[in-house]
């Protein structure tokens, strides 16, 4: 199984590094050749262009305002919205964004592409505000990013299996 692991944020933006900060930590970590991490920024359309590559998994890592206590890591199986669906209006007032931002824009464009695999996770955050401009994360945010990791890699070690001829990494 192939899996791409895609951390996402800008860190001109206090917390949002988040995603940025977990796919750094992560790129040293051992594991198998068909784990792949990369770390997109902001520029959602990178994202896209990794998914062509074809993967059968994607974990995106990214900070999110779910009304949570900051710090708090989120395991999210999005629903992702089939814009083949939607009224042409609807369509261009959703795929406009030519950066693609957000993840969920990008996971749109990327079904809509038939390129986004059929197991998706994204791996959030909370944020302590979403309006924050600066560098350096806030205490509760960069204390979640170890437990980022330990759930990723956890994730992985799920989907990589020695049954798929790969050997789990221990978590």
Known sequence: MK???????NVLRVDD????????R????????????V????AGIALVQELQEG??????????????????VLLIEPEVVDVHELSWAERGDLLADMHLATPERVLMLAKAMGILPPTVLIV?????????????MTAPVTAAVEVAV???????????TPAGGVEAQPV
Do not use: K, M
Request: aromatic share 6%.
């Open 124 to 136: 959030g955050c909370q944020i302590a505000d979403p309006d924050a401009v600066g560098q350096g």
């Open 3 to 9: 899996v791409l692991i895609a951390g996402v944020g």
């Open 39 to 42: 770390e997109t920024g902001i």
């Open 55 to 72: 993967w059968d998994a994607l974990v995106v890592v990214d900070a999110v305002d779910h009304q949570r206590a900051p710090g708090t």
């Open 26 to 37: 992560l790129e040293h970590e051992p594991f198998p050749a068909n784990v792949r991490v």
């Open 150 to 160: 330990r759930e990723i890699r956890r994730y992985v070690g799920t989907l990589v």
């Open 17 to 24: 590094a988040f995603g940025v900060e977990v796919a750094r």
